[in-house]
């Protein structure tokens, strides 16, 4: 069955990266397109990013585009999120779905347990 946990989060200061990864004890990610939500305080959750089944395509949501990029890795089964000069706006909890499709855009089916992410400016 499906059980999704996110990890690698923290507390950093403006400019910092961060690696989180999403791994799964349930689906193999090879099986499913990955998302990357998160949701900050008092408001709704956010898509991120998301990368299709065989991984040749990703999406990116303008907010931090240029600055994280997503991958996969079959072999481990998991997904990482790397984040690249990261901004205050970035603080919030980051979280992974699954796209049952494949494509990567849609509808997510499950839903993971978060890490947080701190920038303090």
């Known amino acids: 069955q499906v059980h999704l946990v996110a990890s690698g989060g923290g507390l950093v200061q403006v400019g910092d990266s961060l690696r989180l990864a999403c791994t799964d004890s349930?689906?193999?990610?090879?099986?499913?397109?990955v998302a990357w939500f998160r949701q900050a305080p008092g408001k709704e959750h956010e898509f991120v990013a998301s990368?299709?089944?065989?991984?040749?395509?990703?999406y990116y949501a303008n907010s931090i585009k240029d600055r994280f990029s997503i991958s996969k890795d079959h072999a481990e089964n998991t997904v990482y999120l790397q984040m690249n000069n990261l901004k205050p706006e970035d603080t919030a909890l980051y979280y992974c779905?699954?796209?049952?499709?494949?494509?990567?855009?849609?509808?997510?089916?499950?839903w993971g347990l978060g890490t947080q992410v701190t920038v303090s400016s």
């Open positions: 990368i299709s089944k065989s991984g040749g395509n990703r």
């Open positions: 349930g689906p193999a990610f090879s099986n499913y397109a």
């Open positions: 779905a699954l796209d049952t499709t494949g494509r990567g855009m849609g509808p997510y089916d499950f």
